[in-house]
């Protein structure tokens, strides 16, 4: 098993910058394959961006392609996503999820994912 833990929420600007920061518990981290989702208010839970297991593939919801960009540390058991350019449509719950296995193709809807942290909070202001 895998508990996450997101941080690195909080308010920001429109045009703004977030890291978001998902650390893991465990000693397998490198065997899972961890993505990315948001939750905005009476909205469902979308995918956002997606990373294997070395961090070699790297996937992303078009309307963020080219602000956020997801990463890995295998050494720390810890995963990220760095937010640029934020914009008030960028509003949600980040979840930070986890996928047992080494996959390298994109997995984006949730019911694929074993684990979830526990969200935070992002906000962008206009």
């Known amino acids: 098993q895998v508990q996450l833990v997101e941080s690195g929420g909080g308010l920001v600007q429109a045009g703004g910058s977030l890291r978001l920061s998902c650390a893991a518990s465990?000693?397998?981290?490198?065997?899972?394959?961890m993505g990315w989702f948001r939750q905005a208010p009476g909205k469902e839970r979308d995918f956002v961006a997606g990373?294997?297991?070395?961090?070699?593939?790297?996937y992303y919801l078009d309307s963020v392609k080219g602000r956020f960009q997801i990463s890995r540390d295998n050494a720390e058991n810890t995963v990220y996503l760095q937010m640029n350019s934020l914009k008030p449509e960028d509003t949600a719950v980040y979840y930070c999820?986890?996928?047992?296995?080494?996959?390298?193709?994109?997995?984006?809807?949730?019911?694929?994912?074993?684990?979830w942290g526990q969200g935070t909070q992002v906000t962008v202001s206009s």
């Open positions: 999820a986890a996928k047992e296995g080494r996959y390298s193709g994109y997995i984006g809807t949730q019911r694929q994912y074993d684990y």
């Open positions: 465990g000693r397998t981290f490198s065997s899972y394959y």
């Open positions: 990373i294997n297991w070395s961090g070699g593939n790297t």
